[in-house]
């Protein structure tokens, strides 16, 4: 498998599974435990990288289906107030936005990677990552965030973002099959089947990103709100791991870390 390095991080290859704690600036996540006030966000970024997290991502928008719509504005407003926060701290920060000119805020800030759940779709997005020298986090996408419906399709779409890459000469990338209810056409079976078939998408020989954490899919099974979706969010990731997952983005970090560790043990030859 090929590596993707963000910041001398090394994703994939022969290196660890590794954690990608969410820093989530936004209220009106899905998640409303996960939301994190500007002036906490440099505590909680200090506690996630103690309790494991080798890198941050910071997300300043809701992209929960029926999420409270924000505008670019108010997204560029609240990423840069949270990353000013972060500025000289020396963490590996990655940015999950989608919008060419919030990314250009982000740019002002010291982050090593961009995180777009929208695949590439944008060309001056991808132009901006290519121009900047990001290294990338990219979902399955062909217009709409996760409009990929099923195995098969999902595996299409990221041969997509795989030709994306290749056209804006970016090679430093991971990939994300996009694991979630994103669109009304998606079923909580959809993402069960990607889920038990995640070691399908080692075909491309890149890292993949598992970022499942207390999503609804597992809420559909545990009968359970996104709070007390942990224990479910866990389990799911260990087989994720067993698929071939290289990094798990979690809210979650000391529990991720943990199931992180034992399974390299289980899998310790």
């Known amino acids: 498998m090929r590596q993707c390095v963000v910041n001398k991080l090394v994703i994939g290859g022969d290196a660890p599974p590794r954690v990608m ?3 989530n600036v936004s ?3 899905f998640y409303h435990d996960s939301f994190i006030p500007t002036n906490e ?4 970024a200090v506690e996630m990288i103690d309790a494991g997290a080798d890198m941050l991502d910071v997300g300043a928008r809701s992209t929960a289906p029926n999420a409270q719509a924000i505008s670019g504005t108010e997204e560029a407003s609240r990423i840069d107030a949270a990353l000013k926060e972060l500025d000289g701290t020396g963490f590996t920060i ?3 936005t989608m919008n060419p000119w919030v990314l250009d805020v982000c740019l002002k800030h010291e982050i090593h990677a961009a995180n777009d759940i929208a695949g590439f779709a944008s060309p001056a997005y991808v132009q901006r990552v290519a121009q900047a020298g990001l290294p990338a986090f990219v979902m399955a996408t062909d217009y709409i965030p996760g409009d990929a419906v099923g195995l098969d399709a999902t595996i299409a779409t990221l041969a997509t973002v795989v030709q994306r890459c290749e056209s804006a000469g970016i090679d430093n990338y991971v990939l994300d099959p996009g694991i979630g209810i994103w669109t009304p056409y998606r079923s909580y079976d959809d993402n069960w089947e990607l889920c038990r078939n995640f070691d399908r998408f ?3 020989d890149r ?3 598992a970022a499942i954490s207390r999503k609804s899919f597992i809420g559909s099974v545990v009968n359970r709100e996104p709070e007390e979706r942990l224990a479910g969010s866990l389990a799911v990731t260990f087989e994720l791991l067993r698929g071939g997952a290289s990094i ?3 809210h979650d970090v000391p529990q991720t870390a943990d ?3 034992v399974f390299q043990q289980m899998v310790k030859k």
């Open 41 to 44: 966000i440099h505590k909680k």
């Open 248 to 250: 798990v983005r979690t």
């Open 259 to 261: 199931t992180i560790r």
């Open 27 to 29: 209220p009106e996540s």
């Open 21 to 23: 704690g969410v820093l």
């Open 94 to 96: 990655s940015v999950d």
């Open 207 to 209: 890292p993949l990103l």
């Open 202 to 204: 080692k075909k491309f």
